[in-house]
């Protein structure tokens, strides 16, 4: 269960009282305060506050370029030529803050996107609970035989079950021992800042995270990748899904131009040019490394 | 005039429509949104927007430390306690956004805090008004004789009417100037991104400024400090006056530990310690440079 | 002149002076080493120090993915593979300092790169030159009629010798004046902090600036591009020249990949694929903007 | 051993080959460059490469200050008064890279220093050697009984040995598991981004880490300070040492004002003023909290 009784309980006392503000609102996001989405088998990522909404965007870029702009564009016209031209300033105007649980190896990866406020839950000062990330049998993949860093099938029958097994019998054996060094029941009890060293990395943690609106954006294109790690990627699918709700023109523009947008090199242009003139370009004919080719058919054929 | 009509017209409708949120309010700072502070001849500084209230810091210190922190102090103290051991991670979760009309040369002193987001009006895009900052006779201070960069006395008569004199004079030809060569009336005109090089540094600017709390701590710290360049220290207090009504626990151990505040060296301790046993330390037995010495003295005696 | 006979004599005596270092050394760099580039009228920049060369960013992707990179592939195509998939870190891993000498709005663009290190001459403390930018007649361009931050023909004529003379007589007057405030001839002299404020934009200031490389490309990308202002994309350009012989692999996938490279949205992929099929397609029937479609063309005709 | 034959034979080859720079070279540092310094069981730090030295801090102030400064101090007491009036960009001219190898747990607190440049090793594309931290004996603490993040006494006896059997062999088996796991011996053999899960938090990783100068003393203040954890402070305090060697007279500047120094706050300040003047202060009739208080008293007894 990734919340407790009391917590689920305080989330409907902060839901139940409104109050009037003067800020922007947005509606959409309104909906999902407080709420927990369940990510994995114990984790959760739910949004505890926002700032801003689409017309902060428009607000802010207008106060750079003048009255000006109010006649030329409407406002979703605006978001998406921000977003065409790389003007990144107007998206830092909205901000939102997360509270997520995550297991610890999750953690590690998240952590590097450094244009973040964190407050990570320490288990130097307190003790950690006994939950532990257990993949379910279908995100029990084997090592890509391509790629290093990728996954390949879905792991079967035998091996399958041992893997399981190692990895919850690990992690219940670890928080066992855990509490043991840290027991003071006849003995002193070791530091709480030594005894953590026994949990492993699919040990859960949680945090509050909070970063505006324009590094999440770069947030979820690494993260709600395709080649991003699966265990990570869920966690920015559901904030995805937040921020639709949040921002839905800057979420549309950044759909177009970011996640679904592609990177094309120098050679890649001149590659197009010259197919759009009827030249067939192969591989040796384009300039390009194998690698690079590899990508570029996958993306044009 | 820092607000024109149309702009004291937008601050009332939207001072106007309170709507239900069901985040964290700080009834202090709802009371401040979208007015404008008057501040220096021409400039100002309102609040447009802001995230989190005392709570929040409390809140996000609790998921750091645990539960544990809940019985053994309240939330006032636990700021305190946190403001004096250098966490800043729980302040950050606290965000404003101002809007900020004010001199080029104070806003070229302002942007060096890097840990904030910007929108500029934009003098390559738009053209900028006709609003000049010159001082009030009694801020016209003489070039201090004992600190490069500080002030001496008040400028009187002749000399403070010649200085308004040249400021005003050169103020408006720059910007009739400017206008000339912008004009598209029977010539060209020159781009706008050329012609603003004629305009001085004492010409208005706005700009949305964003930043966290922690970080807004240390821009109050430095620039409302009484070593700061008034024109930029007036800001800063018209800042600090919204930021006490915002977060009023946070703000009090803000004044406690960083503005009232004194840094002592490992000199500095030493020769307390013997003051207090008794001994009368001189600047030669001190260790300080003759610098470190005055500046001990002013604090201590 | 940009450098005085001084600055120019410690150029030469420490350009004379090698010592011997164990540290990554560039040989393309060492020649740049101290040496001022002019630029503009009496700018310049020169690298004051360097850390890194194309060896180091390989060393650093090598920490990260481990001795199994070593073979698969050489440097280069590493460096190239990096840049291609937006791996930043390992060229975080090199970094520059350079000094700079630039007008004041100049160096209002450039300070909002704020991923850097300045310390900029402070005209609170010191006392400015008498220096100031002024076009050359061909860069005297008119205000664009398509384009509110671009710019159209150069002036002709009368035209542009009145704008000429309005720049040097302002900026004439503006400093005499400045002398005359801060004159403690016969008078006190108004605070150099106050003093500065009737300086107008094109006088210039300088700084020391440090940056690593991947910030430094994002600078290149934004500043030495097409639609960047000319009087900082020659500062760009200084730059990037420079860098293609401190790094010339990084700065060659930099050239493919960023400079050279273009972004397609998912619409312009589903255009480039339909067109590659044979199909003709419009602005209507490509669900783009025309202003979208209009830098589309540009791009694939 | 921290380092296999083919690192310390690497390492033996990148000191003997010194070759020639315009640069600043700091032969303190020189003398430590590549050379691993060993912290913990199987950890190290090494400087892999530097920018700047004194001098260049001093240079870079002279910028922002011009050439007055140069008579006004000499270098050492022109650092000591930047860092005494918080005067933080000078600092940031100077940068240092390093390579750690360093637990997992004390990585964890590590990475938390945003204002840095990060490659670490990755175990989802590599697999991670087997080597654990096990806590020498003296330094099996206690938890604290008045501090939740602090330390008591050393452990003792069968207590001892019970947490050291239980850091071994879990250690040991966790990882013979991740072997297991990973073996593509008869099976397919799980993905290394899941297999990495069931590793504990004191296996070793290691990173390139480069940082500049001002940030680093703000790392080092927080984590050589007697309340760091034990296992991150002896990184801090190798660093430290290197530091010293590097720039001496800032680091002497930093120990006396940032190390040695301590922050009053105001209420502390009024103290100290009232016991100068010879009153007898209580807790009570100081205004500070308990906490604040005997803090205090620590001090100045």
Excluded at 11 to 16: D, E, G, P, S, V
Excluded at 58 to 78: E, I, N, P
Excluded at 105 to 116: E, G, L
Excluded at 193 to 205: D, G, K, V
Aim: proline fraction near 3%; hydrophobic fraction near 40%.
């Amino acid at each position: 269960m990734p919340l407790s009784e009391d917590q689920q309980a305080e989330i409907t006392a902060a839901r139940a009282t409104a109050q009037p503000t003067l800020r922007a609102v947005s509606p959409g996001m309104e909906k999902h305060l407080y709420i927990a989405q369940r990510v994995l088998d114990h984790g959760f990522v739910r949004v505890v506050d926002y700032m801003g909404d689409d017309a902060a965007i428009v607000q802010a870029a207008r106060v750079s370029y003048g009255a000006g702009t109010k006649k030329a564009r409407d406002d979703s016209g605006l978001i998406r030529y921000l977003m065409r031209h790389w003007h990144s300033t107007p998206f830092e105007m909205c901000e939102i803050k997360l509270h997520v649980k995550l297991p610890v190896f999750v953690a590690r990866q998240w952590i590097r996107h450094r244009t973040a406020n964190v407050n990570e839950y320490s288990a130097r000062y307190s003790i950690l609970d006994r939950e532990f990330y257990i993949p379910a049998p279908d995100s029990l993949a084997a090592q890509s035989t391509v790629n290093n860093q990728g996954r390949g099938d879905v792991l079967q029958g035998e091996e399958a079950e041992r893997v399981l097994r190692i990895l919850k019998d690990d992690s219940m054996r670890a928080y066992d021992h855990y509490e043991d060094m840290l027991s003071q029941d006849g003995q002193q009890g070791l530091a709480r800042e030594l005894a953590r060293m026994n949990l492993p990395a699919n040990i859960y943690t949680q945090w509050y995270w909070k970063t505006d609106l324009h590094n999440l954006f770069h947030f979820l294109r690494l993260r709600a990748d395709a080649h991003a790690q699966y265990e990570i990627r869920v966690y920015a699918e559901a904030i995805a899904a937040m921020v639709k709700d949040w921002v839905p023109a800057a979420y549309g523009a950044f759909e177009d131009y970011r996640m679904g947008g592609v990177q094309l090199s120098a050679k890649g242009v001149e590659v197009i040019r010259r197919r759009l003139a009827g030249e067939a370009v192969t591989q040796e004919s384009s300039g390009m490394s194998k690698g690079e080719w590899r990508e570029f058919v996958e993306v044009f054929g």
